[in-house]
């Protein structure tokens, strides 16, 4: 059942115009994808959503936006280039490779033998100017927290910040992930919504403790079920270099619980490290205190692709029977995508009743006044009927019906997707009531 769920979305997806598979027409790009129409809409409205909740939330939290191309040192210092790998076995007879605790004796896809382990690096490498050699190797960024890190002077002295502080990034990173799968949820490319908090080291514990907090509260105040999340303390085996505590917050997918979003207890490792390699002083002077220090850092850190996931898991509802109608034309199940009317990707659609000349020419001129302000639709193509399926099916929260009522008292009929409630409301008040909905989504 778990898996015909999950089965269902990626089509829906697809379908729709969410996700497309990457470079298609070539036969694809493993575990690469393109997101599509509907896609890019709802993955901006959770970039927005998460956006706002940390900088425009909070006083002490500015945003940046760093290159993706680094200086090589940036890695070395980081302990990227040397600790950022997993150890890699490859199937003699297939040649396909696999992560050493991902397989047991033999290859999982033809039963060959295995290799010895070896390390593979995650990250990818390029190359900067005309010649290819050692001089001119770059890597694509594994995280976007290094330019926030390596920025730390610059961004402090230019937004006079105190202790604690925190500078937000979303950003493009990229994994040569060895095993990827389950549709969006393990990509080699994809953004990340990081934020790095900057802490005393004797008040880290209580700040790690806050965003534990604020972050699953995040994901409950979208949408999310709660027992459909979980936090995960890391065991000491499980920790980054970097880190002295992890915490992850799961999600539970048709596929398992995994996590969305980790919480992490970086300490000081990064500015002393790049403080040490770059010979700059990366230290705070306390005031209180008097004396030069090495900030802790807390990192909430999600990629947009996990959480987006979940949100599409979360929503998808199928109605066996149908609820719009009762014809034999319904099929045997309705599919409602109750997406938090913020993040949802249409957030109404014009409809004329029939497709009559002056029912079209209103719901036009609705719909020219109102597509300024938010991303909507008009669909005048099929039944009535037909036509919220459709919406129902993507998630649009509204549907606004133009009937030849309308013609005489110059209201329309609001449909709720949630409620199925109908109420009609004045044309002329329709900017100000949706306005009030979506709070500028």
């Known amino acids: 059942m778990a898996e015909n769920k999950m089965e269902n979305i990626i089509s829906l997806c697809k379908r ?36 706002r909740e940390m900088t425009h939330g909070h006083q002490n939290i500015v945003g940046l936006d760093a290159a993706i191309l680094m200086h090589p040192k940036v890695w070395e210092a980081s302990g990227h280039l040397r600790g950022f790998s997993d150890p890699l076995v490859e199937c003699k007879k297939c040649h396909k490779r696999f992560r050493v605790d991902e397989v047991k004796q033999s290859c999982p896809e033809c039963a060959g033998q295995l290799t010895e382990a070896k390390m593979f690096n995650l990250m990818f490498k390029t190359f900067v100017g005309p010649v290819d050699d050692l001089a001119s190797v770059l890597w694509l960024r594994p995280e976007t927290a290094q330019g926030i890190f390596v920025n730390f002077n610059n961004i402090r002295q230019v937004a006079r910040l105190k202790l604690p502080f925190g500078v937000a990034q979303i950003g493009k990173v990229f994994r040569n992930e060895i095993t990827t799968g389950n549709f969006i949820f393990r990509t080699r490319e994809f953004e990340q919504m990081e934020l790095e908090f900057f802490v005393k080291p004797v008040e880290a514990e209580k700040w790690y403790n806050y965003w534990q907090e604020k972050r699953i509260a995040w994901y409950l105040s979208l949408g999310i079920k709660k027992e459909n999340l979980r936090l995960r303390d890391h065991k000491k085996s499980e920790l980054a270099h970097y880190a002295q505590a992890c915490s992850d917050i799961e999600y539970r997918f048709p596929f398992g619980w995994s996590e969305v979003e980790g919480i992490a207890n970086r300490t000081d490792f990064d500015l002393k490290q790049h403080a040490k390699i770059s010979g700059q002083d990366l230290s705070y002077f306390d005031d209180e205190t008097k004396e030069k220090i090495f900030p802790y850092v807390i990192e ?62 209103l719901a036009k001129e609705i719909y020219e006044n109102l597509k300024r ?19 129902d099916e993507i998630g649009t929260p509204y549907c606004l019906t133009v009937d030849f009522e309308s013609l005489e008292d110059k209201k329309v009929t609001v449909r709720d997707r949630d409620t199925m409630k109908q109420e009609r409301l004045n044309i002329a008040e329709l900017e100000d009531y949706f306005r009030e909905i979506f709070e500028n989504f």
């Open 300 to 361: 909430p850190s999600a990629g947009v692709d996990r959480p987006l996931l979940a949100f599409l898991v979360d929503a998808y509802t199928e109605i066996k029977g149908g609820r719009t109608t009762t014809t034999k034309a319904v099929k045997e199940r309705e599919v409602v995508l109750k997406l938090d009317k913020r993040l949802a990707p249409v957030k109404f659609a014009v409809l004329p009743l029939v497709n009559k000349t002056p029912l079209l020419k």
């Open 373 to 391: 302000y938010w991303f909507i639709q008009y669909d005048e193509i099929g039944s009535i009927g037909r036509r919220y399926r459709r919406q």
């Open 16 to 51: 729709r115009g969410f996700i497309f598979p990457g470079s298609e027409i070539y036969g694809g790009l493993e575990s690469i994808y393109d997101y599509g129409p509907l896609g890019v809409e709802l993955k901006n409205n959770i970039k927005k959503a998460w956006w």
